[in-house]
């Protein structure tokens, strides 16, 4: 969604047909992000910001404009964020959004050979959008009393926000310098007030190791971190962990198997189960693989109500008896496999996307596109070969859930005739376990689209005129509704 | 039966109402628009050469430029078909000019003509160079031919007030004055506090030419008011057409409910109750705020119709006169604009709002076939919009803050129609 901020542009350019565009684009100000914003995984709308002004004391003034879901304005307002000085550049690192407030994260960066270089003082806003006022705002690391250059040899923390929805938001603080080892990597929850709800630290330790912990997945029940400890290039201990998001209490614990070594590529919260997995390897100590070298796909499942394992499970590549691999997901006369996405259906089974793909000199061809259908035990079932143009990159764009719930739509590109690059919009329907492709050309005589995740059900087009004079606009922006056949 | 007799019975069937078999007005005129086209092009151009001789560097090339972005823009309205070269129209049109024209001297010498146009916008409006634009859609909201009358001489006055010329002039000439130039100098060279100035300064500048633009309403109320008293029409027209033109923006009908389950069971197409499930907006708190805070009312190009009142409202005078040019083809046009409007969308791609209006109507008028076959043709032109993922071209997303509940249900209704549902509609009205 990248061209976008020419909408604020566009509205402002409305007033004033003939206006000095040195004005008009001061008046506009800068673009800085324009980012959608989820409520739980449900697309709430976006937000813009824009950098106005900023002042001899280095204070930047920077505009919010929330959108609904269909692009339509709901509030705006200013925040107003200090650098330490006029070399420094503030920028947003992230928003996030939960009941009705926003949370929004600036850094400033000091610059180098006209790129950001460091990240200084992390600092927070949040907003409440029903008044569109700011309730809090402060600068993360304590210990930073300003935004001053004297406080930079002590800002050595991290700070990342996520949304917990109702429960508020989750703050992971990471600390290596500091001695203590469970405050390597610890957590707090702040109400919308910012007030501090909980804070979790680990019980455990490695001696002499670094605690790590990854967010991979949470929700207004439950945290769910990916922990292990380091030392040098060695890991050990690889485990998952999970927090429960109204109180911070560690309610699950599980050591992942040493057996192998494992990529995480995804993890799933679906009604109190985790689901994780990805690829699986031979064992190195520090967790280093060879992509073409993996054994197969592995999926644990957890029960969090009872803090019981339903499922640990490795897939070699062998099992996959409609497909002609060998050992390592190699294909027979085409290239090794990778997994794009891999998603849990409504009745329990899972539906699992992969390209295959060649390793060249500088890059990546990829051939094949596969979907493969996994039972309740995650066991495969059928694969489905899609003939495909080679293409340099993966295909793979972004998966969206069809309306009514009745299925999913993958978005993927491909070769027009080996010329211009098609999209293609795979429907997998729940139901009848149905897959349909449709596709659409991405350049044509008039103008060149470009595609992007909206709300459920939609996806987004933006639309660019190749002659303006012609069609009267320079773009057009459109929620399109995924065809899709009602079962 | 005397032949005579079936010939009568025949023509009281067909004028018996458009609501049956209607027939729009002029749907080929490739040769007139392509002349009109062509002398447009050449008054464009003659204006072109004035102002090359009148104005030198930097005006005068921002001046050609904005004369050509303007002659773009009307040349995409007149290739999009959007204006009328229908011979009753123009001669109707030309009726009520003749009357404005022979009652005004000081008009005897300018070309002026005016022209219907298919664009759904009720507005009428002066392009500057004689031409005239008189949006069909206004119509549904008049009550006499005088009110016609009132507003063509308002956009004459604008003509003959060089509102056009005088606006492009003074925009241009503003932006190149001395402390435009200092500003943009001092936006470059300035580190700090850009935004604030430039804001201040574009924020003026937009007051001022709003502000110019609300003068020019008013001068035009004025002198069109001039116009309008020296004719035959009651003057007092122009009262009542102002307080019409404040309701213009309230949609006065609604497609009730349960039309839908009536219009869209079809014979082989049962209705679907997901088709009216409606998409939640309860949870956002919309600002009434414009995104730049600045004041609303300085931002209109026109002054509150009460204002507009106010102003001329000593200076008209009841002459209870009810005279028409020609009142059986305003009957007639009054009559037929709402299965003419519906045609009209269609006819340049507005098909959601064609659509729209063809459900309203045949609330009115259930058995008329032409209706019939209107939401047929909409509703295939919609199906391969959907094909082509450019639906929403037609049918724009909800927005509760500037629709009413009575569009946001439709637009919700067609957004949930399947593609194989949407053909299947459009096919079984098609038979």
């Not at chain 1, 290239?335 to 000199?361: I, M, R, S």
């Not at chain 1, 972004?398 to 999913?408: D, I, K, P």
């Not at chain 2, 040349?75 to 959007?82: D, L, V």
């Not at chain 2, 507005?123 to 009550?143: C, H, M, Q, R, V």
Request: with cysteine.
């Amino acid at each position: 969604m990248k061209k976008t901020y020419l909408l604020f542009f566009l509205l402002l350019t409305s007033f004033c047909f003939s206006q000095s565009y040195t004005v008009l684009n001061a008046t506009a100000g800068e673009f800085m992000a324009f980012r959608p914003i989820y409520e739980d995984t449900d697309l709430f709308g976006y937000v813009e910001l824009r950098k106005m002004n900023i002042d001899e004391n280095n204070n930047n003034t920077i505009k919010y404009i929330v959108l609904d879901k269909n692009f339509n304005t709901v509030c705006s307002g200013n925040l107003t964020e200090k650098t330490s000085n006029s070399k420094r550049l503030k920028k947003l690192v992230d928003i996030q959004y939960a009941e009705g407030f926003i949370y929004f994260e600036f850094y400033e960066y000091s610059q180098a050979f006209g790129q950001d270089a460091f990240p200084y003082f992390k600092t927070y806003q949040i907003v409440d959008l029903k008044k569109n006022s700011i309730v809090n705002k402060g600068i993360y690391n304590p210990d930073v009393k300003d935004i001053d250059k004297q406080y930079d040899k002590i800002d050595t923390k991290g700070y990342f926000c996520y949304s917990l929805d109702k429960s508020g938001f989750l703050i992971q603080r990471t600390d290596y310098k500091a001695k203590i080892a469970n405050e390597h990597n610890s957590f707090y929850a702040v109400n919308f007030k910012n007030e501090k709800i909980w804070e979790y630290k680990s019980t455990r330790e490695l001696k002499k190791y670094d605690t790590h912990f990854t967010v991979v997945n949470y929700n207004e029940k439950y945290i769910v971190l990916k922990g292990f400890y380091k030392k040098g290039n060695k890991v050990e201990n690889v485990h998952f962990l999970v927090l429960d998001s109204k109180t911070g209490k560690e309610i699950f614990y599980k050591e992942v198997s040493k057996e192998y070594t494992q990529t995480t590529d995804y993890t799933y919260l679906i009604e109190d189960k985790i689901y994780t997995g990805g690829r699986y390897f031979e064992k190195n100590k520090e967790g280093l693989y060879v992509s073409d070298k993996s054994f197969g796909i592995y999926q644990y499942v957890y029960d969090l109500k009872t803090s019981g394992t339903v499922r640990e499970k490795y897939v070699n590549y062998e099992s996959f008896t409609d497909l002609d691999v060998n050992k390592y997901g190699k294909i027979h006369g085409e290239g090794h496999l990778t997994f794009q996405k891999c998603n849990l259906n409504p009745d329990g089974t899972f539906f699992v996307l992969a390209e295959a793909y060649w390793e060249k000199q500088n890059y990546r061809a990829y051939t094949q596109l596969y979907t493969f259908k996994m039972d309740k035990d995650f066991n495969p079932v059928k694969t489905v070969k899609y003939e495909v143009k080679r293409t340099r990159g993966y295909k793979y764009d972004f998966a969206q859930r069809l309306a009514n719930n009745s299925g999913r739509a993958y978005f993927f590109f491909d070769k027009n005739d080996d010329k211009d690059l098609e999209l293609n919009i795979l429907n997998y329907y729940f139901k009848s376990q149905k897959q349909v492709i449709q596709k659409m050309p991405i350049t044509n005589d008039d103008s060149v689209i470009n595609v992007f995740p909206a709300k459920s059900g939609y996806v987004g087009i933006a639309e660019y005129f190749k002659k303006p004079e012609k069609t009267g606009k320079f773009m057009e922006v459109r929620l399109e509704k995924l065809n899709y056949e009602r079962e | 039966m005397k032949p005579t007799f079936k010939i009568i019975i025949f023509i009281l069937f067909f004028c018996r109402g458009y609501s049956q078999t209607y027939i729009p007005f002029d749907t080929i005129s490739f040769e007139k628009r392509k002349l009109f086209l062509k002398e447009f092009k050449s008054r464009n151009d003659q204006k072109i050469k004035e102002i090359k001789k009148t104005y030198s560097g930097k005006v005068g090339k921002e001046m050609e430029a904005a004369y050509k972005s303007q002659f773009e823009d009307f040349s995409r309205t007149i290739n999009n078909k959007e204006l009328y070269f229908d011979n009753n129209l123009q001669n109707y049109i030309q009726k009520i000019l003749t009357e404005i024209t022979r009652n005004n001297s000081v008009l005897a010498d300018k070309k002026i003509s005016v022209y219907f146009s298919r664009d759904p916008a009720a507005n009428a409006y002066s392009i500057g160079d004689g031409t005239i634009i008189f949006n069909l859609e206004l119509l549904k909201y008049l009550n006499d031919e005088a009110e016609i009358g009132y507003i063509i001489c308002h956009e004459i006055a604008h003509y003959t007030l060089n509102h056009r010329d005088k606006s492009i002039e003074k925009e241009i000439s503003s932006q190149n004055l001395k402390d435009v130039k200092a500003l943009e100098k001092d936006l470059k060279k300035s580190k700090f506090n850009k935004q604030i100035k430039s804001e201040s300064f574009a924020k003026n500048s937009i007051y001022s030419r709003k502000n110019r633009s609300r003068l020019q309403e008013f001068q035009a109320d004025s002198l069109g008011l001039d116009y309008f008293k020296k004719t035959n029409y009651n003057s007092a027209s122009s009262i009542n057409l102002l307080k019409h033109l404040s309701k213009t923006d309230i949609e006065t009908d609604s497609l009730p409910r349960v039309s839908y389950p009536k219009n869209f069971t079809t014979k082989n197409q049962k209705f679907i109750k997901e088709w009216v499930a409606m998409e939640d907006y309860s949870k956002y708190s919309y600002s009434k705020e414009n995104i730049f805070k600045w004041d609303v009312d300085s931002l209109k190009t026109h002054p509150n119709c009460e204002q507009r009142i106010e102003k001329i409202n000593k200076l008209v005078k009841n002459s209870k006169t009810n005279y028409y040019a020609d009142k059986a083809f305003f009957d007639d046009l009054k009559k037929r604009i709402e299965y003419e409007q519906i045609y009209s969308n269609y006819y340049i791609k507005n098909y959601g709002l064609s659509l729209y209006d063809a459900l309203k109507l045949k609330e009115k008028n259930p058995k008329s076939n032409y209706l019939k076959e209107m939401i047929a043709s909409n509703l295939d032109a919609l199906a391969n919009a959907k094909k082509e993922m450019r639906i929403n071209s037609y049918i724009p997303s909800i927005n509760p803050t500037e629709q009413t509940k009575s569009q946001q249900y439709y637009f919700n209704f067609v957004a949930n129609l399947t593609l194989s549902e949407l053909e299947q509609l459009a096919l079984d009205y098609k038979n």
